[in-house]
Nanobody
């Protein structure tokens, strides 16, 4: 059974930092492209950042220079370091694991940035 369990969300002031973690089980983690997405109420889910098995990263323009995605294959965990947070970063963040046609999602973790 595949599980992606996010943690690390919460309430933070604008300009602050948060690190999200996503622990994966039930997959061969090291070969998956891992990603973070976010979805605000009434809006489509949007890409935040991805990291391939070869550690190539990709970021949404809105988070470049502020967020950093990384992975620890020994711990089957992907991280999202979020710095200089803005109120518009407030939403639910989802972890994703992708390999060809296999796409798994976590349950999401709320990040709220107060102004």
């Amino acid at each position: 059974q595949v599980q992606l369990v996010e943690s690390g969300g919460g309430l933070v002031q604008a300009g602050g930092s948060v690190r999200l973690s996503c622990a994966a089980s039930g997959i061969m983690f090291r070969i998956y492209t891992m990603g973070w997405y976010r979805q605000a109420p009434g809006k489509q889910r949007e890409l935040v950042a991805t990291i391939t098995s070869g550690r190539t990263t990709n970021y949404a323009d809105s988070v470049k220079g502020r967020f950093t995605i990384s992975r620890d294959n020994a711990k089957n965990t992907v991280y999202l370091q979020m710095n200089n947070l803005k109120p518009e970063d407030t939403t639910v963040y989802y972890c994703s694991a992708l390999l060809t046609r296999d796409n798994y999602w976590g349950q999401g973790t709320q990040v709220t940035v107060s102004s």
